[in-house]
């Protein structure tokens, strides 16, 4: 099975899509994760990305398209998987329709106040990628898994989110519109408790739980 997931930033989407692809066995591609990884490898794609990212603008389309499809073509996607973060645009959309079938779009849907709130509060850690909320963490600035410090993304930051926020309801929401019109849209209140989330995906996917 083929499925996107769609949802403005800190909407939930990639914890989400990491249960999900652990239940029907399928991977989870993040062209988030492709690109940060290559920020910190400093790879030319990675160089060329940081500049748009870190103003939380959209990395150009043929960045982004030339990752995926290179990436749908490993072995390990050949039995489905879930996209995270592609497309986000409706040019992205059109390309993906040349290079891949979609089976289901899932859109994760939260307000802005709720995701400005969420986001400007999350910390990571950079060595092991656990995610972490000032809300929970009780004063504490180091990593539960490793040990290590936990920082806040440049992306993360309210200004930066604010931004973002912009550019995914400019650029990205007209993607609801146009995978409505193909009948493949399915719609799930992001804000409820993440296991209710999580059954709701199954359901909609028609997965027995």
Do not use: W
Not at 160 to 171: K, M, S
Request: glycine share 8%; net charge negative.
């Amino acid at each position: 099975m083929n499925i996107i997931f769609l949802g403005p930033p800190g909407a939930g989407k990639g914890t989400q899509a990491q249960r999900i692809c652990a239940a029907l066995n399928i991977p989870q591609i993040s062209t988030g994760d492709i690109l940060r990884r290559a920020i910190k490898e400093q790879t030319p794609t990675g160089i060329k990305a940081k500049s748009f990212i870190d103003a939380g603008k959209l990395v150009p389309d043929e960045v982004i398209i030339d990752i995926v499809k290179d990436r749908l073509a490993q072995p390990d996607a050949q039995q489905g998987y879930i996209l995270d973060g592609f497309p986000r645009t409706v040019p992205q959309a059109e390309a993906l329709e040349s290079i891949a079938r979609i089976d289901a779009v899932i859109e994760l849907a939260v307000d802005d106040e709720h995701l400005v709130s969420r986001l400007s509060g999350r910390r990571v850690c950079l060595k092991c990628g656990a995610t972490y909320h000032v809300s929970r963490l009780n004063g504490k600035t180091t990593c539960d898994a490793c040990g290590e410090e936990l920082v806040q993304r440049e992306d993360d930051k309210a200004e930066t989110v604010l931004n973002r926020l912009n550019v995914y309801h400019e650029q990205t929401a007209p993607l609801v519109d146009f995978y409505t019109g193909r009948g493949l849209l399915h719609r799930i209140d992001g804000a409820q408790d993440m296991d209710v989330i999580y059954h709701s995906i199954l359901e909609t996917l028609g997965v027995k739980q």
